[in-house]
Structures are given as structure tokens and as C-alpha cells.
């Protein structure tokens, strides 16, 4: 009986966050990438988010819900993800608008979302930030340095064109794979640098010496 309980204690979870920036794609896409690889998906979405979801897709925000084992009301100040006690492998939060991480900054957390974030960090846990927004002044780069400092990593949706993508979704989805990437899981749809890519491309020859 010990052994069963510690196996889920130590089940694979991730804590997913939409909020009110554009480019909730990124957030939709990766918990569907969270089903393929078997991990448990904890879900939450702001209020904003939700309107941003009718904006930018055609699904519903009860669509996008579906697709988490477990979702969550913005309110509910109970749920478990609101508990350091609940184990996850972390959180990643696309798109992180700057009010949210403007809150994780501060610590005065106003929403599940925020207190499962502010969580994440006090456990030590990853804490990823798809931030967007664009040009950033100086008090978002004050509160942004903040949070690198707290532990949380940045990692802005910037496409990779290297990996010459032809379609919006296949830049999707290499984003969702960098950031899984941060958590050690192996997303097959991300392309990789001197894997995947690179083959055919041609070296410089080193010129010879003497």
C-alpha cells in the first residue's frame, strides 16, 4: 500500500496557465503536447483569457477546458495547485500578459493563477512565462529582471526561423516543444539544430595553417 501511494505522490503533473495576452494558441496547443507524453495537466485561465480565446480561435473556453485532465475556476483559492503540498514537475503560464507577471513580481497575487505561479516559485519549482507584449518599457523590464531573479524563466514566443516553419502552427509548436524542452519532456513534433535541421547545410572549411 506505501509503494502505491508513493507512485502518486510522484506522478508526472504540469500546471498550465492562459491569461489575457494574445497568443493563446500557445497555451491550447500545449496541453494537447501534454497528452501525448502521458503527463497530467492541471488547468487555469483568466477571465481575459477566456475572452482572448472567442478573439483568436474558434473554440469555446468550456472546448479548451476539455482538453486538460483537470481544470480549475480563476476563484477557486482552494483548488490544489494553490498548495505548495501538491507536487507538480511546475507551471507554465502562455501567454503571460503583464499584469499577470506583474502580480508573480510582487507577490500579491489576485487569482488562482497568480497563487499558482507565486507557488511554483516559493516550492522551487519551474516556473515558465511565455511573456507578451511588445516594446517593453522600463517598468517591465524592472518587474521581468525581478522575476529572472526569483527563479522564473522568461522565455518570450519568439518563432524560430531557423527551422523554417510554413504554416502558424508548425511555429506553434515549436514553441510549445522549447518549453517543454525546460521540463526534460521530449516533444517528437519540436525540430532540433544539428538534428532535424542543419543537414545539407554547407560549412565554411576551416582555412589551413601555415
Not at 72 to 98: H, K, L, N
Not at 183 to 189: A, E, K, M, Q
Request: glycine residues 8%; positive net charge.
Amino acid at each position: 500500500m506505501a509503494h502505491k501511494s508513493a507512485e502518486k505522490t510522484h506522478k508526472k503533473r504540469l500546471i498550465v496557465g492562459i491569461s489575457g495576452a494574445s497568443g493563446v494558441a500557445v497555451g491550447i496547443r500545449l496541453l494537447e503536447a501534454l497528452k501525448d507524453l502521458g503527463v497530467e495537466s492541471h488547468y487555469v485561465v483568466s477571465k481575459p483569457g477566456e475572452m482572448t480565446i472567442g478573439y483568436e480561435t474558434k473554440l469555446a473556453p468550456r472546448d479548451v477546458a476539455a482538453k486538460a485532465d483537470h481544470a480549475y475556476a480563476i476563484a477557486d483559492i482552494a483548488a490544489p495547485i494553490a498548495s505548495g503540498s501538491f507536487r507538480t514537475e511546475g507551471m507554465i503560464i502562455a501567454p503571460c500578459s503583464v499584469r499577470t507577471w506583474s502580480e508573480i513580481a510582487t507577490g500579491v497575487t489576485t487569482s488562482l493563477l497568480t497563487r499558482a505561479a507565486d507557488v511554483t516559485l516559493k516550492e522551487r519549482r519551474p516556473l515558465v512565462l511565455m511573456v507578451r507584449e511588445a516594446p517593453l518599457h522600463v517598468g517591465h523590464l524592472r518587474a521581468l529582471t525581478q522575476l529572472a531573479e526569483m527563479g522564473a524563466i522568461i522565455l518570450p514566443p519568439v518563432p524560430a526561423f531557423y527551422a523554417e516553419p510554413k504554416s502558424v502552427n508548425e511555429i506553434v509548436d515549436q514553441l510549445v516543444g522549447r518549453a517543454l524542452d525546460l521540463f526534460g519532456y521530449d516533444w517528437p513534433t519540436v525540430k532540433r539544430w544539428g538534428e532535424d535541421l542543419q543537414k545539407g547545410v554547407r560549412r565554411t572549411p576551416r582555412a589551413k595553417r601555415g
